[in-house]
């Protein structure tokens, strides 16, 4: 029998009606045994989400030695959901409970991972599924990444003898039995690896958005849905910005072939978004999937004569950047040139001064020269490699918006094309990329 695996995000969890909604979907398909949840998200515009909540909570534990007043507001949330939804049991007490723990353990991780524990034991005892709680089958290494042969198995040894269960999303516990939390938006992570455990038909992920849009709504007026792109497009376009779900949440699903497919929560009839494993499955014909983008970065251009034979140039120079332990996100390299791209949020400007003395004293270059406030903007598609003038269509596009293109990078996978543009002139390119591909 198939199973699938729903994760529900904060919007959706946000009240009591929301919830209500939720059991429909899940009733409306027997195979959706497995559900993960988020902690409840905003109500409305400038609502606070719980999660952000438990930040305040911590942050009070340590400055006064309790978070009883910023609790309260914490418990007053669950006990609203909890009454509209006749919960039977004594939430107050696994509230107080709750807040016993979180004074006692003092972890700003076990406090923030409340929130989708709180929720899950909800929506669990209102959905009359079995509560599983990820603190005993989700682990985490020591240096934070996930133990996945253990997960798996635990996971699977839970859900071989229940019918129907609801997981919290967010957190699992290291070696050491301390509860520990993916980074923000990790329910997404939780989610897949139930679906990968459980060997899932597909990992429903429902959320607050009709599906993966084809670049940002808020550059482009209603933008085309994405009605199916592959795991390595939605890595692409998710590492570049385009949030819908957390970018390592492919990685669980990804080996496994499982597909995921986005739903709006608010309309469930919707088609939405899948995610096929590799472009075999995804429809003829279309050249661009979608377009996502960055602002700040910082291009280090290097030049010498000769670059290309001199053994070890590309090795002293990015040792150079390690020693400062920083990532370079792109490395476009001509014959006597290479560029060194950074996220500016990693460079101080000491940082960055160290580095070119480092690289002045390693590689003596001709030149060498940085160039601040670059946009990186991703043009992400299978269907590139295999249509004749797609870079010439984009490069028209951008030239014909007057956009000056600073440094250009063609991923060997022919999957995507990146240009770098001044950061002003981030959202007319990707406006400029997106009418040449998809039109009006
Ligand atoms: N509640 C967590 C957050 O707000 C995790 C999640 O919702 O995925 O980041």
């Not at 022919?414 to 002139?425: A, F, Q, R, S, W």
């Amino acid at each position: 029998m198939a199973v699938k695996v729903c994760k529900f995000g904060g919007t959706s969890m946000a009240d009591a009606d929301i919830i209500k909604s939720v059991k429909n979907i899940i009733e409306s398909d027997g195979d959706r045994r497995f559900v993960v949840v988020s902690a409840p998200g905003k109500r409305y515009s400038g609502d606070k989400k719980i999660t952000d909540m438990l930040f305040g909570c911590h942050k009070e534990l340590i400055n006064s030695g309790n978070c009883t007043k910023s609790f309260s507001a914490v418990r007053a949330r669950f006990k609203d959901i909890a009454d509209r939804l006749e919960i039977k049991s004594d939430f107050n007490a696994v509230l107080d409970k709750t807040l016993c723990r979180i004074e006692k353990e003092k972890s700003e991780q076990f406090t923030v991972s409340r929130g989708e524990y709180l929720c899950a034991r909800l929506v669990a005892e209102y959905l009359e599924f079995e509560f599983i709680d990820t603190e005993k089958v989700v682990f985490f290494n020591d240096d934070g990444t996930l133990n996945g042969e253990k997960t798996y198995k635990a996971v699977a040894s839970v859900a071989n003898v229940v019918r129907r269960a609801v997981f919290p999303g967010f957190y699992g516990v290291d070696d050491n039995g301390k509860v520990r939390t993916f980074s923000r938006g990790g329910s997404d992570i939780s989610g897949a690896i139930v679906a990968r455990a459980v060997n899932a038909s597909v990992y429903e992920n429902w959320t607050d958005v009709p599906g993966f849009l084809a670049c940002d709504p808020h550059i482009v007026e209603s933008p085309k849905i994405i009605e199916a792109l592959s795991y390595k497009e939605l890595r692409e376009l998710s590492y570049m910005g385009a949030g819908v779900l957390h970018s390592e949440s492919i990685f669980p699903v990804r080996k496994a072939n499982i597909p995921i497919q986005i739903k709006n929560t608010f309309r469930p009839q919707d088609k939405g978004t899948t995610i096929v494993p590799t472009s075999r499955y995804l429809p003829a014909g279309s050249t661009v999937t979608g377009i996502a983008g960055k602002k700040n970065f910082t291009v280090i251009f290097i030049e010498k004569s000769l670059m290309n034979a001199e053994i070890g140039f590309v090795r002293k120079i990015l040792s150079v950047i390690e020693s400062e332990n920083i990532s370079v996100e792109h490395i476009p390299t001509g014959i006597d040139t290479v560029s060194l791209i950074i996220e500016n949020e990693h460079l101080t400007e000491l940082k960055l001064n160290r580095i070119l003395e480092g690289i002045k004293c390693e590689v003596e270059p001709d030149f060498i020269r940085v160039i601040e406030n670059i946009a990186l903007i991703a043009t992400v598609g299978h269907g590139m490699s295999s249509s004749v003038g797609t870079s010439a269509r984009l490069f028209n596009a951008i030239a014909n918006a007057d956009i000056n293109i600073k440094m250009i990078d063609q991923g060997s996978s022919e999957l995507n094309i990146v240009v770098g543009v001044k950061n002003e002139d981030y959202e007319r390119c990707i406006s400029a990329i997106y009418y040449e591909f998809f039109g009006n």
